[in-house]
């Protein structure tokens, strides 16, 4: 089973600065990588795929980068709606392990 | 309009089964492979169980093994996950989502959950 590490685990930014939320694989996942946010109450949300894909509807300010085990999303210019909890995940091989989440809160 | 919805979930005691089931609209089910992911309270996303498009291959976690089941049927667009020995540990809200049969194997759509609840 690969290990899927986030961190931090709770990072406080202001509204209009930029966020770098890290996700590391225990071995190698190549670029099959998944972003989620989830706001309270609500499903996880598809963010970016492939590692660097936005999915259909996501704005452009959120961006992910990485290959094989290291792996950055970042969203720029934080909006309020941005505050939420993100999930990394591969989907390399079965079982398609999460990472813990990085709680994203306001500063 | 893409929709998944979960249905079964309750309360039962530990050692007891529920069938949770997922009913998928506005897509061709069998372009998608599908998996259950729980949550349970206050914590993150678990992945338990995957089934490939055709029912052919299936996958758990390790802490489910031998006590859960994942099936689908086809024909009536719909996924299923039979839970037996439900332990404490299995309460949670369990989402069924999609990933496409081919390529980039991502969960792009999710439905809203169903709970489960382990309880004496």
């Known amino acids: 089973e690969i290990l899927m590490t986030q961190s931090p685990a709770t990072l406080s930014v202001s509204p209009g600065e930029r966020a770098t939320l890290s996700c590391r694989a225990s071995?190698?996942?190549?670029?099959?990588l998944a972003w989620y946010q989830q706001k309270p109450g609500q499903a996880p949300r598809l963010l970016i795929y492939?590692?660097?894909t936005r999915a259909t509807g996501i704005p452009a300010r959120f961006s992910g980068s990485g290959s094989g085990t290291d792996f950055t999303l970042s969203i720029s210019s934080l909006q309020s709606e941005d505050f939420a909890v993100y999930y990394c995940?591969?989907?390399?091989?079965?079982?398609?392990?999460f990472g813990q989440g990085t709680k994203l809160e306001i500063k | 309009e893409v929709q998944l919805m979960e249905s079964g979930g309750g309360v039962v005691r530990p050692g007891g089964s529920l069938r949770l089931s997922c009913a998928a609209f506005?897509?061709?089910?069998?372009?998608?492979?599908m998996s259950w992911v729980r949550q349970a309270p206050g914590k993150g996303l678990e992945w338990v169980s995957g089934?490939?498009?055709?029912?052919?291959?299936?996958a758990y976690v390790d802490s489910v093994k031998g006590r859960f089941t994942i099936s689908r049927d086809n024909a009536k667009n719909s996924l299923y996950l039979q839970m037996n020995s439900l332990r404490a540990e299995d309460t949670g809200l369990y989402y069924c989502?999609?990933?496409?049969?081919?390529?980039?194997?991502?969960?792009?759509?999710w439905g809203q959950g169903t709970l489960v609840t382990v309880s004496s």
């Open positions: 989502a999609r990933y496409p049969r081919k390529g980039e194997q991502r969960f792009d759509y």
């Open positions: 506005g897509f061709t089910f069998d372009d998608y492979g």
């Open positions: 089934i490939k498009w055709n029912g052919g291959n299936t």
């Open positions: 071995q190698s996942v190549s670029s099959n």
């Open positions: 492939g590692a660097s």
């Open positions: 995940q591969h989907y390399n091989n079965w079982p398609y392990t």
